[in-house]
Each structure stands twice: as structure tokens, then as C-alpha cells.
């Protein structure tokens, strides 16, 4: 099974406890783990204010998660970070792999 390197950075409201922010980021590594994939780091960046209000949330906690899967694994994790309502926003995008000379 051919894999390949991904991150996704996805944003939770400021207002969910930190054992809630944990349950959400654990949440998403199981689904990839199902899947197929390993996850090698996944948990809580940061808190921070938002450039621009989003449906009436001005701050919220970023959560950062590297993971390695096959390629079908990012697009189901993006269909269920659309639909979650505690995913404000997210993104995930494919690692490159730097090949110094």
C-alpha cells in the first residue's frame, strides 16, 4: 500500500476546555489510524485570535496533527472535518519531503 505524508491544521473554538480540545484531536487521529495510517505527532498548537470573526468566534485552538496514509485517508478526514460543528476551520495538505544535496 503506497503512503504518503500529510499535515492538517484544523481550528476548535477557544471556548472548548483543554480535555475537550484533546478528546476533538483524538477523535481525528483514530480515524486515521482506521483507516490504514499512523499518526506521528497530533495535539494542541496554540490559542490564538482569529484575522477575521467566523460564525461569531473570534478566537480558537489550533491543532496540528503530521500523519502518514494512503491517499484515500485525507479526503474522508476532510468530509468529516466539513460536517463536525466543533471544526471551525482546516486544512490539510500533503507534505514534501526536502532533499538537500
Known amino acids: ?14 471556548s472548548l476546555t483543554d480535555a475537550e480540545v484533546q478528546e476533538v484531536a483524538d477523535n481525528f487521529k483514530g480515524i486515521v489510524e482506521k483507516n490504514g495510517g499512523t499518526v506521528e505527532s497530533a495535539g494542541l498548537w496554540e490559542k490564538r485570535k482569529l484575522a477575521y470573526e467566523i460564525g461569531n468566534h473570534k478566537e480558537g485552538n489550533y491543532i496540528l496533527m503530521h500523519f502518514e496514509a494512503p491517499s484515500q485517508v485525507p479526503a474522508e478526514l476532510n468530509r468529516l472535518m466539513r460536517i463536525n460543528d466543533q471544526v471551525i476551520r482546516h486544512t490539510i495538505l500533503l507534505r514534501e519531503e526536502v532533499v538537500s544535496e
Open 1 to 14: 500500500m503506497n503512503t504518503r505524508k500529510y499535515e492538517a491544521l484544523y481550528i476548535v473554538p477557544a
